[in-house]
């Protein structure tokens, strides 16, 4: 039977997990990244050591680091200082390298970014209308507030942000979570890099301008009616964008361009 050996009862055995060198640290990835997607191996479990796994494997150690520091930069594990590597699926993380990536290759423009923060934030306010808590509401309320009250840059790129994230989580839907969180972050993040004013009076002020429209939309949630936060959404997606649109390196950017590349690295890499 291909791919399995037998002894000399026919009794099948299960292929060896060691590997060739040539490929080694690759197949390792794909090894233990299908076992932590498929919770073969558990979230918070604490993977072998390297030496185990160089012995599991018959790799060296290098290469064991190399195929734990890829899990690592995939948003699969984390190592802990004088603990080891434990399965820590970062769904956030993963999401954020893969926009990254495809945004790059793709040459996506601002107004796809726009445009798709815009549909996912329709499908949140469905889902949100029904499954949000009080806790919930009372958290973006909070958040609408912030961005009338900034006293710095960081306050801002903190606020505004913050404000879709819990819009998002509201729905309690991972997936568009991990979307919403990574869009607006890269909005927010790619608007303070491009924009040449970029002093503190003017985010304050433009944040405190822009807080109605945020404190509309978390209102129309706290009353659980579709069509008023449909249409909160509606003066929201077309006052906001606009300050993006009024920036023209921002506004005729591309995201292959080399030069905004740190700015997707630094959200991907979760800073």
Known sequence: ????????????????????RKTAAEQIIEQL????????????????TERELGIEFGVSSPTVREALSALSSMGLIETRQGSGAYVAP??????ASAMGMLMQLENVGLDDL??????????????????????????LLEQAEATANCTTLEDVTTAVPGFIIAFAGAAHQPLLDALCGFLVTLLVQL????YKRTSVKFWRDWAKETS??????????????????????????HAVPDRLHSIPALRNARMSDPALAPVLARIVAGR
């Open 90 to 95: 970062n769904l956030s993380r993963i999401i």
């Open 33 to 48: 990244r299908t076992q932590i997607l498929t919770g073969a191996l558990a979230i918070g479990a604490k993977l072998p």
């Open 1 to 20: 039977m291909p791919g399995r050996r037998t002894t000399g009862g026919d009794v099948p055995v299960p292929p060896s997990r060691g590997v060739t």
């Open 114 to 139: 726009i445009g798709l923060q815009s549909v996912l934030n329709r499908y949140a306010a469905e889902l949100a209308v029904s499954r949000a808590t009080d806790e919930d509401i009372a958290r």
């Open 212 to 237: 109605q429209y945020r404190l509309a939309i978390a209102r129309a949630l706290e009353r659980r009616d579709l069509t008023e936060l449909n249409a909160a959404l509606e003066t929201f997606h």
């Open 191 to 194: 608007e303070v890099t491009s």
